[in-house]
């Protein structure tokens, strides 16, 4: 089965950035579309950024597009999240996430990490 371990998130000040990456485990890692989601207190579980299996396709929620970007390195089963130019209102605990096909839907992942909490104070 596939694994995912996020990790690199923490607390910073608005404007700054930070990494997340996500590490898997490698059977099969190629060939899956990996995702990011975002749950903040209160609120519901919602997409951030995708990418296809081979790393050439991305796509973002209107929230973090320009801001967030998604990359991946299959040679090392991982998959990153950059995030820059960070606001309070995208305090959350960040989930990778891996399926088998392209969607903003998390009903469409099946693998899911254990999160990482990213806190912007202002």
């Known amino acids: 089965q596939v694994q995912l371990v996020e990790s690199g998130g923490g607390l910073v000040q608005a404007g700054g950035s930070l990494r997340l990456s996500c590490a898997a485990s490698?059977?099969?890692?190629?060939?899956?579309?990996m995702g990011w989601f975002r749950q903040a207190p209160g609120k519901e579980r919602e997409f951030v950024a995708g990418?296809?299996?081979?790393?050439?396709?991305?796509y973002y929620s209107d929230s973090v597009k320009g801001r967030f970007t998604i990359s991946r390195n299959n040679a090392k089963n991982t998959v990153y999240l950059q995030l820059n130019s960070l606001k309070p209102e995208d305090t959350a605990v960040y989930y990778c996430?891996?399926?088998?096909?392209?969607?903003?839907?998390?009903?469409?992942?099946?693998?899911w990490g254990q999160g990482t909490q990213v806190t912007v104070s202002s």
């Open positions: 996430a891996a399926g088998n096909v392209h969607s903003a839907s998390y009903t469409s992942y099946t693998y």
């Open positions: 990418i296809n299996s081979s790393g050439d396709w991305t």
């Open positions: 490698r059977m099969f890692f190629s060939r899956l579309v």
